[in-house]
């Protein structure tokens, strides 16, 4: 049987009603992975983060850090910030040493590993008790990026990372050596916007904080505790075209 031109536009519009229009999920999780081109045993939490990057309900970041440089090979994307900043999570969780591969899901305490099993336990615990808890949006207004972070409990400070969502380096040397690292959202920079006290907020900055590092997207994290004594992620997003 066939329809006329008008029945199909009728039975369109009363789909594309029902259905609505398609909605981003919601991050669930953010991962934060320190590791090193230097670090012999990074290859495979970097594939690793290169798949849960693929999941739309996570955030997978890599912090290159400084102090597997010396070992013949220096990572060209390693930032002394990275380094204290996994030094602050060592310190606020009681741990000694800095290792790498390192993963921190949400900013809580996690083992000396980062395995698939453990990853996978701290994704289910993040999705079954609703992750994280304060909406984050962002978006592009020309040449200025808007911040919005809704209203909860506690307080917290609000972080812009520039992004470089992919890469590819050929280690020439160290324990690496003949080997191609691929990069996924590669961490170029963090930038502190403001302080949350628990209020609705609005923030504004300008664009070319997230253009430095050959960066091309950037993320938007809310984290209670400070810089020194990083503490749990409340929120986060991705930027627009993330």
């Known amino acids: 049987m066939r329809r006329s031109a008008p029945s199909l536009l009728a039975l369109t519009i009363v789909l594309t009603h029902m259905v609505g229009p398609a909605r981003a ?3 669930r999780a953010v991962i934060e992975l320190f590791t090193s081109q230097g670090c012999g045993a990074c290859q495979q939490a970097s594939r690793m983060m290169g798949e849960y990057a693929q999941q739309p309900d996570v955030i997978a970041l890599t912090l290159p850090v ?20 996994q030094r602050a999570y060592a310190l606020s969780h009681g741990e000694r040493q800095l290792f790498t591969p390192q993963a921190i899901v949400n900013g809580e305490p996690s083992p000396v590993r980062s395995d698939r099993a453990f ?15 304060v909406s984050v949006k962002a978006t592009d207004q020309g040449d200025r990026i808007a911040i919005d972070i809704g209203a909860g409990r506690g307080t917290g400070e609000v972080w812009l990372l520039p992004i470089l969502r992919r890469h590819r380096t050929a280690v020439a040397h160290g324990e690496n050596k003949g080997q191609v690292v691929d990069y996924v959202n590669v961490v170029r920079g963090m930038h502190r916007v403001g302080a949350w006290t628990g209020q609705a907020t609005h923030f504004e900055l300008p664009r070319t904080l997230v253009r430095s590092g050959n960066a091309d997207g950037y993320v938007v994290v809310l984290q209670s505790g400070t810089l020194a004594h990083p503490a749990r992620i409340l929120g986060a997003t991705k930027g627009p075209g993330f």
Request: net charge negative; no cysteine; aromatic share 16%.
């Open 66 to 85: 400084t102090y597997w440089d010396y070992l013949g090979w220096k990572d060209e994307f390693a930032i002394p910030a990275f380094t204290e900043r």
């Open 25 to 27: 999920e919601p991050p």
């Open 119 to 133: 990853l996978d336990r701290s994704l289910r615990a993040a999705r079954q008790s609703s992750g994280l808890i």
